[in-house]
Nanobody, 124 residues
Framework: QVQLVESGGGLVQAGGSLRLSCAAS????????MGWFRQAPGKEREFVAA????????YYADSVKGRFTISRDNAKNTVYLQMNSLLPEDTAVYHC?????????????????WGQGTQVTVSS
């Protein structure tokens, strides 16, 4: 059974940084693409970033490009999201997700397993 557990969320001032982590278990982590998505109150869940099985390919939403960096450590079964220059509009619950393929995707429907999420709040 695949489990994804996020951590690292919190309250930060605009312009600050946070690093989210997602620890995976249940199957061979290095075989599968990972993604980060977020959901703000009253809004639909949206794509943030994705990374291929090897880490060789990354993909970002335009709204976070140049500010966020996704990475993975296959030896630790963990994917990260480094978030810099945070804005109040980045406030949301951030979820990691695992796809049952090695190539990354920005589509929510392409991911099979989801974590419970971690809250990120950016104050102005």
């Amino acid at each position: 059974q695949v489990q994804l557990v996020e951590s690292g969320g919190g309250l930060v001032q605009a312009g600050g940084s946070l690093r989210l982590s997602c620890a995976a278990s249940g199957r061979t982590f290095s075989n599968y693409a990972m993604g980060w998505f977020r959901q703000a109150p009253g809004k639909e869940r949206e794509f943030v970033a994705a990374i291929s099985w090897s880490g060789g390919s990354t993909y970002y939403a335009d709204s976070v490009k140049g500010r966020f960096t996704i990475s993975r450590d296959n030896a630790k079964n963990t994917v990260y999201l480094q978030m810099n220059s945070l804005l109040p509009e980045d406030t949301a619950v951030y979820h990691c997700a695992q796809r049952s393929r090695g190539a990354s995707s920005s589509s929510l429907n392409e991911y099979d397993y989801w974590g419970q999420g971690t809250q990120v709040t950016v104050s102005s």
